[in-house]
């Protein structure tokens, strides 16, 4: 397979599906959340996280399952439910209508990869990979532990070309 070609979107006021309850549900929700996205999440139910964000008004869940149509208003789709036959047909959907969808399984059925994501003043930084996520969120970890140090020193730099 080939690179994936990394691509910054705005998600500003645009409405995100996630469909499925579970932890993986609940943390692409708090990413698409720090980028502003307005958060759907149809499922039957909700996990911990999820229905605080709901009672917190951060998201909006139906309380339900997946209905053939439901992507139809969605900027980006997440389908992250814990079966894999419904986590393609909401990705056939998608494909259909042209909307980029990320599959949590069988994560070849998306059609983008969702990644860790670090965010330092106006500054973004992902990481993305399929093959060994673990590495991908180490890496990621060692990235943020190495910000604050990167960007003091990029700042010391800067001030000194002008």
């Known amino acids: 397979m080939a ?3 990394p691509m910054y979107i705005d998600l500003e006021g645009n409405n995100c599906i996630i469909f499925g309850g579970g932890d993986k ?3 692409r929700a ?10 759907t999440v149809i499922s039957p139910t909700l996990c911990d996280r999820l229905s605080d964000m709901d009672k917190n008004g951060l998201i909006r869940h139906i309380p339900r399952r997946y ?3 439901d992507c139809s208003s969605c900027y980006i789709c997440i389908a992250a439910t814990n079966n894999e036959s419904v986590n393609i047909a909401i990705s056939d959907e998608c494909k259909a209508k042209r909307i980029a969808v990320n ?3 069988p994560s ?3 059609t983008f990869v969702f990644p860790s994501v670090l965010i330092e003043k106006d500054i973004t930084i992902s990481v993305a990979g399929e093959s060994d996520k673990k590495l991908v969120r180490l890496i990621c970890e060692s990235i943020a532990s190495e910000m604050p140090r990167m960007m003091s ?7 000194k070309a002008e």
């Open 3 to 5: 690179p994936q070609f």
């Open 25 to 27: 549900a609940a943390a």
């Open 30 to 39: 708090a990413v698409l959340l720090e980028f502003g996205a307005k958060v």
């Open 67 to 69: 209905f053939r149509g």
């Open 103 to 105: 599959v949590t399984k």
């Open 108 to 110: 070849a059925f998306g």
């Open 153 to 159: 020193n990029a700042l010391k730099e800067n001030l």
